[in-house]
């Protein structure tokens, strides 16, 4: 967003970015004052990002479909606090749990494997990449991952490489 390439959204936002990034939804916004997810999908800046619906989501706080621009700055302010790993293991998190309960099922997991993954490989493959996946990281054989099982899953390669986004 922007021509300031190597700036990542993982870090603290200043109030010149967020003016800057705020600029830029008004550009977007429609005659009410809203963005939808299509004009969020169709920045190059954000690249075909598979998980841009959910995260959407998350933010959307009336449930509309859109984001205002209150509901768009918070998401900002939200993005400029990721700097802290714990806080990217958090958000992360909160993608893969679709129904908010505090849990990834394998039927979540398994959603997020087609989302990234698309028709690459066959749904028995990717279930089968899902109970291997719950076989090895659930501790406590619930079929469910909770937040430190989740964690455990990812590495920290993984978390840095997806919290950045050039601005």
């Known amino acids: 967003m922007g021509n ?13 970015d967020i003016e800057r990034l705020q600029r830029r939804f008004n550009r977007l916004a429609n005659s009410s004052g809203k963005v939808n997810i299509a004009a969020f999908e169709s920045m190059v800046e954000l ?7 959910r995260i959407f989501k998350l933010f959307d706080e009336s449930g509309d479909g859109t984001l205002s621009l209150e509901e768009f700055t918070r998401a900002l302010e939200y993005f400029g606090q990721l700097d802290v790993e714990e806080e990217q293991y958090k958000f992360a998190f909160r993608i893969y749990d679709e129904d908010k309960d505090g849990l990834i099922s394998s039927e ?16 028995a493959q990717l279930e089968q990449v899902v109970h291997n996946t719950m ?6 054989g619930d079929n469910k ?18 919290f950045s986004m050039s601005m």
Request: glycine share 10%; hydrophobic share 30%; charged share 30%.
């Open 135 to 140: 076989s090895e990281f659930d501790r406590d």
């Open 108 to 123: 979540e997991l398994f959603n997020v494997l087609q989302t990234l993954l698309g028709n690459a490989y066959p749904d």
């Open 145 to 162: 991952l909770d937040l430190d099982e989740f964690k455990t899953l990812l590495s920290r390669q993984d978390l840095s490489n997806k």
């Open 47 to 53: 690249g075909g990002n598979p998980f841009i619906p």
């Open 4 to 16: 300031q390439p190597g700036k990542s959204l993982g870090g603290r936002l200043t109030k010149k």
